[in-house]
Antibody
Framework: EVQLVESGGGLVQPGGSLRLSCAASGFTFSSYSMNWVRQAPGKGLEWVSYISSSSSTIYYADSVKGRFTISRDNAKNSLYLQMNSLRDEDTAVYYC?????????????WGQGTLVTVSS | DIQMTQSPSSLSASVGDRVTITCRASQGISNYLAWFQQKPGKAPKSLIYAASSLQSGVPSKFSGSGSGTDFTLTISSLQPEDFATYYCQQYNSYPPTFGGGTKVEIK
């Protein structure tokens, strides 16, 4: 069974940093590209970042470019999102999402999410 | 960026009703369209990809159609577990974008 479990969320002040993790199991993590998608409270879904299986290709949404860094450790079956210079508008539940082989943004499995709150 | 517009934004329906949700893309996306179901406090769940292909394990009461700019999600006979918010998403081009959601409520 595919499982994705996010962690690392919490309360952080504007301008602060946070590192999210996503632990994967139930599939060969190193063979799949991954994404982060977020959802502000009471709002819709917003794609954040993509990383290919080998980390050779990375994309970011304009809203986080230059502030967030996606990475992965295939030996640890883990995906990460380093978030710096956090803003109020980054407050959201952050989901990691897998994509099928050969796809970039067709999300088939999602984690349960981790809440990031940016507030003073 | 491609804009995805869903309608209606909400609807009230009864158990057993046939429900149709529409999604329109601001430019052609071929069939690179997915549908998700989200219940309160839960992660989105993939229902349909490639506009009309059912994800593994998703019941056949869900169906999708369309190509180009206009798409529909149909629930053939609404059940209590189907009351949720539904999102469409295009993955034809970067960045991927989602519709605003359609909340399906009990009448």
């Amino acid at each position: 069974e595919v499982q994705l479990v996010e962690s690392g969320g919490g309360l952080v002040q504007p301008g602060g940093s946070l590192r999210l993790s996503c632990a994967a199991s139930g599939f060969t993590f190193s063979s799949y590209s991954m994404n982060w998608v977020r959802q502000a409270p009471g709002k819709g879904l917003e794609w954040v970042s993509y990383i290919s299986s080998s980390s050779s290709t990375i994309y970011y949404a304009d809203s986080v470019k230059g502030r967030f860094t996606i990475s992965r450790d295939n030996a640890k079956n883990s995906l990460y999102l380093q978030m710096n210079s956090l803003r109020d508008e980054d407050t959201a539940v952050y989901y990691c999402a897998r994509v099928p082989r050969g796809s970039y943004f067709n999300f088939d499995y999602w984690g349960q999410g981790t809440l990031v709150t940016v507030s003073s | 960026d491609i804009q995805m517009t869903q309608s209606p934004s909400s609807l009230s329906a009864s158990v057993g009703d046939r429900v149709t949700i529409t999604c329109r893309a601001s430019q052609g996306i071929s069939n690179y369209l997915a549908w998700f179901q989200q219940k309160p406090g839960k992660a989105p769940k993939s229902l349909i990809y490639a506009a009309s292909s059912l994800q593994s394990g998703v019941p056949s009461k869900f169906s999708g159609s369309g190509s180009g700019t206009d798409f529909t999600l149909t629930i053939s006979s609404l059940q209590p577990e189907d009351f949720a918010t539904y999102y469409c998403q295009q993955y034809n081009s970067y960045p991927p974008t989602f519709g605003g959601g359609t909340k399906v409520e009990i009448k």
